[in-house]
């Protein structure tokens, strides 16, 4: 997720090199939704990892993936 966060800076630049600076704050409004979505992600197989045990049932994809 680190990583992930420095390439905001190089995706703006790229913007900026392909179009006018109208409409950036939105793209980057969109980045970081999705920035946010994979790090509520992240967290709630984090939580699963830290609370499950042995023989318990994998929760479904989608309950980890659905927006909460």
Same mark, same amino acid.
């Given at each position: 997720m680190d990583a992930i966060v420095e390439l905001r800076g190089e995706y703006q630049s790229e913007w900026l090199a392909e179009y006018t600076p109208y409409r950036l %704050?939105? %793209?980057l409004g969109r980045w970081n939704a999705e920035y946010e979505y994979w790090r509520q992600v992240? #967290?709630?197989l984090v #939580?699963? +990892?830290n609370n499950s045990h042995e023989g318990d049932s994998l929760p479904s994809l989608e +309950?980890? %993936?659905?927006?909460k």
């Open positions: %704050a939105s %793209a992240q #967290a709630r #939580a699963y +990892s +309950s980890l %993936a659905e927006p």
